[in-house]
T-cell receptor, first 110, second 113 residues
């Protein structure tokens, strides 16, 4: 059974601090990984994709991938209250199917 | 292009009725996915299309569910004889190719009463 695991949270972070979200996956054949943000009652919105080991930065967001440890993370710098949402991690498996985590609820406290 | 579009945004139906949802993917996107999502869970895979071909359907999916993508453009998802357990957000996503990012529509929230 291919799985993507995330801590459900909630993860509470003070405004202006760094939020760190983590995700592990079981399928070693996975090559592509995605982070989506989902506000309550809304659909998921793609915020980052990462395909190679290492870091990928986009504005306040940094995605990190470690294929040896089967680990993906998302860092949000200078956290804002508007970042409060559920963050979904997804891995594209060897059959090109997206495997989804259940999401981590992030709360940014003003 | 305004992205993936789903219609309707909300649907309330009585148990036992049939419902149909529509999804218009981003133009030129070959892959189209249908997911279902309930509170506190990640998206649950239902089915996907590569152009007009339906390549996979979830084994967990009841035969009351059917999907089509005629001519490889828009897609419809039909649920026959709805049950209260079908109440969920139904999400459509599309991607350019099999290994690229998927973009979601706004979703259709179904409530079966």
């Amino acid at each position: 059974q291919k799985e993507v695991e995330q801590n459900s949270g909630p993860l509470s972070v003070p405004e202006g601090a760094i939020a760190s979200l983590n995700c592990t996956y079981s399928d070693r054949g996975s090559q592509s990984f995605f982070w989506y943000r989902q506000y309550s009652g809304k659909s998921p919105e793609l915020i980052m994709s990462i395909y190679s080991n290492g870091d990928k930065e986009d504005g306040r967001f940094t995605a990190q991938l470690n294929k040896a440890s089967q680990y993906v993370s998302l860092l949000i710098r200078d956290s804002q209250p508007s970042d409060s949402a559920t963050y979904l991690c997804a891995a594209l498996d060897s059959n090109y199917q997206l495997i989804w985590g259940a999401g981590t609820k992030l709360i940014i406290k003003p | 292009d305004t992205g993936v579009s789903q219609d309707p945004r909300h649907k309330i139906t009585k148990r036992g009725q049939n419902v149909t949802f529509r999804c218009d993917p981003i133009s030129e996107h070959n892959r189209l996915y249908w997911y279902r999502q309930t509170l506190g869970q990640g998206p649950e895979f239902l089915t996907y299309f590569q152009n007009e071909a339906q390549l996979e359907k979830s084994r967990l999916l009841s035969d009351r569910f059917s999907a089509e993508r005629p001519k490889g453009s828009f897609s419809t998802l039909e649920i026959q004889r709805t049950e209260q357990g079908d109440s969920a957000m139904y999400l459509c996503a599309s991607s350019l190719q099999e290994d690229t990012e998927a973009f979601f529509g706004q979703g259709t929230r179904l409530t079966v009463v």
